[in-house]
Every structure is written in structure tokens, then in C-alpha cells.
């Protein structure tokens, strides 16, 4: 058991800053109480502990206030992503018994409640969690499925606390510290900026969405000491510049990837200091951070966080150093398991191991290479995108008889997603398919380009082979 965080910070240092964002600034005390606030209004609408309770919001102070209440009375907060189609919202709603579903903007859904509603419901006296139980489920956020079907990640208590314990110990702590917070809250690496300030008793600053140059000005300022982020963000921030950052921004911690050497070297010059690092949902943000004094390791993911263990296995063996595997980790940080999924969790937690399906090797000294994202997986501008997912919606499609995805490089997005597609008796266009995929995926998943084919290539037990579809790419 631990103190309820916010509660206890707000008794502790009260009036030092919580939140930020342009029009406002928001002590530890004064958030304390509008999380009350927010919390009598759950009770009144007979939210409880164990109910899950969705939200489906952008950054805001409105945003935290809520997912601190619905931790007050011990409820469990599902984060949604607000770019996903209705059609998957609704999925994951059905799919977590959800109660309310907390949103920004109107939802045609009977669980809806929208902001302004929300914020004139009436209020009734609940009993709070003062302490909390570390084993307890704190969030669920659904994580792409390669069947195409997602998982419900469990975070508990536990997992954000050590997911801040070991990035603490990693990168330290300033008195004047404040962290930006430009990546969405429904994702962890946003959720987890939440976590700290509220641990750690810094300020966030919240922006609604990416602004480069809006960034680089609070950076300027001296406003912002720290910021996550993916490579894709970091270079439309370097393109904005003309002079290095300040000595007061310390930290850019960049995930979602490896950062490519060219954007390294802008980032020494302007004086950003990059900070790589290797993560995932189910284990609550960081599991390697590579320092900007370890420049000569470029490529690698860095070290593992002090609670955390990192192995390579390949066929149930412990591979040595410079041998390319599976990537296994293990520590306080890894998730519970997948939300009424207990075959998918049995299938990657064995004995407190989570095999990430991601492929690496360690070299002599313990840092961490990751060569491949998961095989099949796709990251565009940071977000993980599973070619399965995409083809399971492009083969709902009545003229659709075969669909192969797979993700290509792109200047932007670093990926995006191109569809190799199999026409039955029916036929349809390009525009007509991306359009369809438009009705039922997030915009981010549906493929920049579809090439009708007349067959796709598969091996004798007819898998699909996607290395076989790249090649077609290069050489076309």
C-alpha cells in the first residue's frame, strides 16, 4: 500500500505547481480539490470502486482532473484514443464493460457523457482510496493485436509507480523541473508524465496538440525543462530553429523508435539533449534509455531502467552478447496481464517474464539494440500500427479476396502503411478502399497506397510473406 498520490502531494508541497497550460496555472492543492470536485460527481452517478469508466479526451486540465477522480474512488480508467473510428471506440467500450465513457466532443453512444454535461452533473459525498493497493488495476489502454483484435493492458498501481521510480533514478530530479506533455494522455508515455508530476511533485505543461514552433518558444522561455516525444516531432522542432536550446531544457526523452543519425547530429548541434529509449504499453513506459553521453552507442535503446531486467532468448535459450533474439524483460513495471484475455496474457508473461515479441541483441557492455519493433509492426509518426488489423478491415470489403500490408519508409511519418490487394469478382478503386478503411480505422492506419495484385505471395503452409511484398516494392 502507498498514499494516494495526488492527495498526499497536495498535503506536502500544496502550493507548489501541478499544471500549466496558456491560459492558467494550477497548484497541488487546487487540483486536489477539483479532483474532488470531479469525484463527488462520479459517486453521483453511482460510479464505484472496481467500475471501469472510459475517457475519451485530448490533453487537458479538464482531462487530469478526471483521471485523478475516478482514482480517488478507486475506479478503473480506460484510455481511448481520440483518433481511433467510432466503430473501434465502441469495440473496446463493449469489449471492458466500460460504464460512462468521459468524452471532449459528442459520441453517439448510450455511455456518453460529454464534458460540459458532465461538468453540471450534480454531486454526492464518496468514500476516497487514501492509500492505494499496488496490485490494484489503475488503467486499461487497448494495444493494437496482431490477429487484428485489441488487448486490453492492465497497468496497475504498482507499474506506474516503478515506471516513475525508474526513470527518476535514471535522469534525476531539479527542484524547478517542469515536463511537457505534447504526447496524448491515452497513450503511456503521455499517462506516465501524469504519474510523475504527481510522485515527483513537478509541473506539467499542457498543450492541446503538436505545435513546433509554439514548443520551441516555451523551450526558449525557459518554461519547459523536459519533454517526451517521437523522432518525427523532434524534426519538425530542429526545422523551427535558429539558435541551440537553453542550458534549462535538460531532457528530450524519445521513443517510438530509433532516432535516425542525421537528426542526432542536428540534435548535438542545436543542443538538445536526446535521450533514446525503449518501451512499451505493457510495461508502463520505459524499460532502456540510452543518455546523450553515450553518443558512441548510436542505434541502441540504452541500459535498463534500475528495476528492470532485459534478456535475449531464442528457442527457450539465453542468447550472449551480439546474438539477435527475442527481447524478454522483467520487473515491478510489467503489466498485470490483458483485460479478460488470459490467453493472449499466457502467451507472453511466463514467470514474471514478458516476452515483447520484439527482436534485439545486447553487446558486451548491456546495452540494448532493437532491430525490428515486433516483425510485422509499423510505426507512423510514433503510433504502432499492426498490418493484421488493417487487412482484417480491407477483407470486409466485398470486393476484397485477398489484403497484405506491410509498412514503408515515409519522410514524415518515418512509416506508413501500403496494401497489396487480391480483387474477387467485384471491383473498386483505390480511392473507394482507402475511403471504406477511413469508416473504420484511425486515420493514421489507413494505407497512403493500395497496388492491386493478382496473387500475393505465401509459403506452403500459406502464410502470408511480407518480406517477399517488400521486395516488390524495391523493385517496381
Known sequence: MIPNWLRQRAHLTPNRVAL?????????????????KRARQFVYLGVKKGDVVAVLMKNSVHMVEVIHALHYIGAIVLLQNVRLSVEEVKWQLEHSGARFVICDELFQDERAIQWNEFAQIGERDGEWQTMYNLDDVATIMY??????????????Y?????????????????????????????????????????????????????????????????KISMMSAVSTMVQQ??????????????????????????????????????????????????????????????????????????????????????????IVVKGPSVMK??????????????????????????????????????SDLIISGGENVYPAEIEAVLLQHEAVKEAGVIGVPDERWGQVPFAFVVLGDQMTTEEQLRQFCMNKLAKYKVPKRIRFVNHLPRNAANKLMRHELKKWIEEA
Open 20 to 36: 500549466y497550460d496558456d491560459t492558467q496555472v494550477i497548484s497541488f492543492a487546487e487540483l486536489h480539490e477539483r479532483t474532488v
Open 143 to 156: 494495444t493494437s493485436g496482431t490477429t487484428g483484435k485489441p488487448k486490453g493492458v492492465m497497468q496497475t
Open 158 to 222: 504498482g507499474n506506474h509507480w516503478w515506471s516513475a521510480i525508474g526513470s527518476v533514478l535514471n535522469l534525476g530530479l531539479r527542484e524547478n523541473d517542469c515536463w511537457l506533455a505534447a504526447v496524448p494522455f491515452f497513450h503511456v508515455s503521455g499517462l506516465s508524465i501524469l504519474m510523475r508530476s504527481v510522485i515527483y511533485g513537478i509541473g506539467v505543461y499542457i498543450v492541446p496538440s503538436f505545435d513546433a514552433e509554439r514548443i520551441n518558444e516555451l523551450i526558449f522561455q525557459g
Open 237 to 326: 522542432m530542429v526545422r523551427e530553429l535558429n539558435k541551440p536550446y537553453p542550458p534549462t531544457f535538460r531532457c528530450m526523452l524519445v521513443g517510438g523508435g530509433p532516432v535516425p543519425q542525421p537528426l542526432l547530429q542536428s540534435c548535438v548541434r542545436w543542443n538538445i539533449p536526446v535521450y533514446q529509449t525503449y518501451g512499451m504499453t505493457e510495461t508502463a513506459s520505459q524499460v532502456a534509455t540510452l543518455s546523450p553521453d553515450a553518443r558512441h552507442k548510436h542505434g541502441s535503446a540504452g541500459k535498463p531502467l534500475f528495476h528492470m531486467h532485459i534478456r535475449i532468448e531464442k528457442e527457450g535459450k539465453q542468447l550472449n552478447a551480439n546474438e539477435a533474439g527475442e
Open 337 to 374: 496481464g490483458y483485460w479478460q484475455n488470459e490467453q493472449e496474457t499466457n502467451a507472453v508473461l511466463k514467470d514474471g517474464w514478458l516476452y515483447t515479441g520484439d527482436i534485439g541483441y545486447m553487446d558486451e557492455e548491456g546495452f540494448l539494440y532493437v532491430l525490428d519493433r515486433r
